[in-house]
């Protein structure tokens, strides 16, 4: 794909016209006709503008095929999740991603939970109370892993903090294959759901007892898919939710 290919794709997935972001970019709609056409190439100047408005890597604006993104990832669309209990622990370590994760799955087998269910359903999230001591001079930062407990189930919560997430609207988008360039896969959904949500006037909505943020990892007929979800404001169009898949 080519830079003004690359232009053309961020400026559509941004909902916005030539006018607008020559606007911006303080140029003419011209010139951004010719910059998506390729018939001329924005000073470095402009590029690094336009890499900081959309957001985007300058390496990446100017050398990948963006719009490969259709194929990583699915379209942001808003979900009704109904209330759910589940069982949570959280680490802070060096790798609490793993750590957390670990232990959860140990918790759920020791208690017997595949008795009551052929697919037990974990979710993760980031635990933001970490100091700045540990981050820097430990390199330890915190996660929460969790599995979504079946109706029915009773847990004595020994080791775990059992929880119940209630109703809620949540922006959803999924990932394929998000470990593959999971530094730059997984934080750009995050940012993919924040631009819809700003495009489309909803706000990322924080509650008691309502899970902020939170993702979902499976795999599918070989391939591993994340789903990322983003608690928001109350819509009028909602899917109804009935599994994490």
Same mark, same amino acid.
């Given at each position: 794909?080519?830079?003004?290919e690359?232009?053309?794709?961020?400026?559509?997935?941004?909902?916005?016209?030539?006018?607008?972001?020559?606007?911006r970019?303080?140029?003419t709609?011209?010139?951004?006709?010719?910059?998506?056409?390729?018939?001329?190439?924005?000073?470095?100047?402009?590029?690094?503008?336009?890499?900081?408005?959309? !957001?985007?890597?300058?390496?990446?604006? /100017?050398?990948?095929?963006?719009?490969?993104?259709?194929?990583?990832?699915?379209d942001?669309?808003? +979900?009704? $999740?109904? #209330?759910?209990?589940?069982?949570?622990y $959280?680490?802070?370590?060096?790798?609490?991603?793993?750590?957390?994760m670990?232990? @959860?799955? *140990?918790?759920?087998?020791?208690?017997?939970? +595949?008795?009551?269910?052929?697919?037990?359903?974990?979710?993760?999230?980031?635990? %933001?109370?970490?100091?700045?001591?540990?981050q820097?001079?430990?390199g330890?930062?915190?996660? $929460? !892993? !969790?599995c979504?407990?079946?109706?029915?189930?009773? #847990?004595?919560? *020994?080791?775990?903090?059992?929880?119940?997430n209630?109703e809620?609207?949540?922006?959803?988008?999924?990932?394929?294959? %998000?470990?593959? *360039?999971p530094?730059?896969?997984?934080?750009? #959904?995050y940012?993919?759901?924040?631009?819809?949500? *700003? #495009?489309?006037?909803?706000k990322?909505?924080?509650?008691?007892?309502? @899970?902020?943020?939170?993702?979902?990892?499976?795999? +599918?007929?070989?391939?591993?898919?994340?789903? $990322?979800y983003?608690?928001? !404001?109350?819509?009028? +169009? /909602?899917?109804a939710?009935?599994?994490?898949?």
């Amino acid at each position: 794909m080519s830079l003004g290919e690359n232009i053309s794709f961020l400026r559509k997935q941004k909902k916005i016209t030539q006018e607008q972001l020559a606007e911006r970019m303080n140029v003419t709609r011209q010139t951004v006709s010719r910059w998506e056409s390729d018939e001329i190439t924005p000073e470095l100047s402009k590029l690094i503008d336009l890499s900081d408005f959309f !957001a985007c890597n300058l390496d990446a604006l /100017v050398k990948e095929s963006l719009s490969q993104q259709k194929d990583i990832y699915s379209d942001v669309i808003i +979900k009704r $999740v109904p #209330a759910f209990q589940y069982a949570s622990y $959280v680490i802070i370590s060096q790798n609490p991603e793993d750590d957390a994760m670990g232990y @959860i799955q *140990q918790w759920s087998e020791k208690c017997g939970l +595949k008795k009551y269910t052929d697919a037990i359903k974990y979710i993760g999230w980031d635990f %933001p109370f970490v100091s700045q001591e540990q981050q820097n001079r430990f390199g330890m930062h915190g996660y $929460v !892993a !969790a599995c979504i407990l079946p109706e029915g189930f009773e #847990a004595d919560g *020994q080791g775990v903090q059992i929880c119940e997430n209630l109703e809620a609207d949540y922006a959803v988008i999924r990932i394929k294959e %998000p470990f593959i *360039q999971p530094f730059e896969r997984i934080p750009n #959904a995050y940012k993919l759901i924040m631009e819809y949500l *700003q #495009a489309n006037n909803f706000k990322e909505k924080r509650q008691d007892n309502i @899970i902020g943020c939170f993702e979902h990892e499976y795999e +599918k007929n070989g391939v591993t898919y994340m789903d $990322v979800y983003i608690h928001a !404001a109350s819509v009028t +169009k /909602v899917d109804a939710f009935s599994s994490f898949n």
